[in-house]
């Protein structure tokens, strides 16, 4: 789980550096507190489902394993103050992009660990007058080499 968890750290801090860039108010991971409004354009990164999709011939309890973990970042934003899409777009390309130089794009986020674009939700309301969001949602695709 080692390569699992620092692909999520890089991404994280993919958004976290460029979070001004983006005009984010508040970037969180694993969000166990609504977003107030005063604190949007917003993005939630949420993990999901973490599936192991080849097993290891080789080994007797099938490690190392190669696994597929959804990542959705879900950007909620005030309609009146923002056009979601084209901040959308922005923070896709803060995803694909390295944090050092040069500033390529890259699905690669840690060893042995890369990330690719699933699918994109939205923008859908929120039952909340003027907020609305939409979902980034990524495979996080990595090798688990222990138990």
């Keep these: 789980m080692l390569n699992r968890e620092q692909g999520l750290d890089e991404i994280y801090e ?6 001004t860039d983006l005009s984010l108010k ?15 354009p917003c993005v939630f990164m949420l993990e999901g489902a973490d599936t192991i999709v080849e097993h290891s011939q080789r080994n007797q309890v099938g490690y190392p394993a190669k696994r597929v973990m959804d990542l959705t970042l879900e950007l909620i934003v005030n309609s009146k103050n923002h056009n979601i899409k084209d901040l959308f777009q922005q923070l896709r390309k803060v995803v694909f992009t390295q944090r050092i130089e040069p500033f390529n794009y890259s ?5 042995n660990t890369f990330i690719s674009e699933n ?10 007058p003027n ?3 939409m979902k980034l ?3 996080l695709v990595y090798t688990d080499y222990n138990l």
């Design 14 to 19: 993919r958004i976290k550096a460029k979070r």
């Design 107 to 111: 699905s690669i986020v840690a060893a």
């Design 137 to 139: 949602i990524l495979d």
């Design 26 to 40: 508040s970037f969180r991971r694993t969000p166990t507190t609504p977003i107030d409004e005063e604190l949007m």
């Design 131 to 133: 907020i609305i969001g």
């Design 119 to 128: 699918r994109t939700e939205g923008p859908g309301a929120y039952q909340i």
